[in-house]
């Protein structure tokens, strides 16, 4: 799959809040952080936090702008769009780090404003 193969299937998945996708997509031993929120290692605990996240709002909704991927690192950066939890709306730009391995994110790494969700 190629990086922009890659990143759109992601964040589709992701703005449907799948977390079976995430859990075939996820190494075992996956490093995730999402924001400030300090890294969490573990597949288990990576869907716990994915979970979590995705209880927190009502929706959201990713507008990719660039995708830039060299050997096994993918990264890519644009808009996020959330429906809180009361209905009211919050965007943020984002950028994401990705190193995989094999088929598998072995690096998850969100960088966006979520506290004001």
Same mark, same amino acid.
């Given at each position: 799959m190629n990086a922009n193969q890659l990143i759109e299937n992601l964040y589709k998945?992701?703005?449907?809040?799948?977390?079976?996708?995430?859990? @075939? =997509?996820?190494?075992?031993?996956?490093?995730?952080? =999402? $924001?400030? @929120?300090?890294?969490?290692? $573990?597949?288990d605990a990576a869907l716990a936090a994915n979970h979590g996240f995705f209880a927190s709002i009502e929706s959201m909704q990713h507008s990719i702008d660039r995708v830039w991927s060299q050997q096994d690192n993918v990264i890519c950066h644009g808009q996020v769009n959330y429906v809180r939890l009361d209905g009211s709306k919050y965007s943020a730009p984002f950028a994401t780090i990705l190193k995989m391995q094999g088929e598998k994110i072995q690096d998850y790494l969100v960088y966006a404003d979520i506290s004001a969700l």
């Open positions: 998945r992701v703005d449907a809040k799948d977390l079976n996708y995430l859990q @075939n =997509i996820l190494a075992e031993d996956v490093r995730f952080r =999402i $924001g400030s @929120n300090d890294v969490i290692q $573990g597949i």
